[in-house]
Antibody, heavy 117, light 109 residues
Framework: QVQLVQSGAEVKKPGASVKVSCKAS????????MHWVRQAPGQGLEWMGW????????TYAQKFQGRVTLTRDTSINTAFMELSSLRSDDTALYYC??????????WGQGTLVAVSS | QSALTQPRSVSGSPGQSVTISCTGT?????????VSWYQHHPGKAPKLIIN???KRPSGVPDRFSGSKSGNTASLTISGLQAEDEAEYYC?????????FGGGTKLTVL
């Protein structure tokens, strides 16, 4: 069965970086784009970007351009999201989700990133 | 890349029907048939309930239906049940980018 398992919660100081992993199983990892979506406390879902695990090609939301980097390691079927220059308003639950032709059919369990001095 | 516009909240009694709208532009909702809807219960991952404007994934009850007219997509839930109480989000492809709606809280009275 398809599973996306994300890394554990992180606590970071303002200005630091965080790297969240998303390990895929149960399907051909390189056959589906992977997207990252976040939800800040009391807010809605916010799209951050996607990566093509086959080519490594990426597209980022304008809001996160220059601060977010999506990568993947096909040898371990894992996608990564790194967010730099963290601010308090980056405190959120971060999800990876599999792209089924621009619909998102499987989601990770979410990774809480808390930014606090 | 502005968020799609959804009502903040809707409500209905068990057995009734509710419709949630999702308004975008010709660059997203109106330009592509890649509109999807997600049900989100607190503490759980979002669940895909409608894809490609009108299609229901396997296992999603036929009480859920989707449609689109121009730049506005809609999700209709008929025969409301208590477990339908959740946050609902629309989402659209926007030419290499993706945009979500702000979310609608559905309360089952």
């Amino acid at each position: 069965q398809v599973q996306l398992v994300q890394s554990g919660a992180e606590v970071k100081k303002p200005g630091a970086s965080v790297k969240v992993s998303c390990k895929a199983s149960g399907y051909a990892f390189t056959g589906y784009y992977m997207h990252w979506v976040r939800q800040a406390p009391g807010q809605g879902l916010e799209w951050m970007g996607w990566i093509n695990p086959n080519s490594g090609g990426t597209t980022y939301a304008q809001k996160f351009q220059g601060r977010v980097t999506l990568t993947r390691d096909t040898s371990i079927n894992t996608a990564f999201m790194e967010l730099s220059s963290l601010r308090s308003d980056d405190t959120a639950l971060y999800y990876c989700t599999r792209d089924l032709n621009w619909n998102y059919d499987y989601w990770g369990q979410g990774t809480l990133v808390a930014v606090s001095s | 890349q502005s968020a799609l516009t959804q009502p903040r909240s809707v409500s209905g009694s068990p057995g009734q029907s509710v419709t949630i709208s999702c308004t975008g532009t010709s660059s997203d909702v109106g330009g592509y048939n890649f509109v999807s809807w997600y049900q989100h219960h607190p503490g759980k991952a979002p669940k895909l309930i409608i894809n490609d404007v009108t299609k229901r994934p396997s296992g999603v009850p036929d009480r859920f239906s989707g449609s689109k007219s121009g730049n506005t997509a809609s999700l209709t839930i008929s025969g409301l049940q208590a477990e339908d109480e959740a946050e609902y989000y629309c989402c659209s492809y926007a030419g290499r980018y993706v945009v979500f709606g702000g979310g609608t809280k559905l309360t089952v009275l």
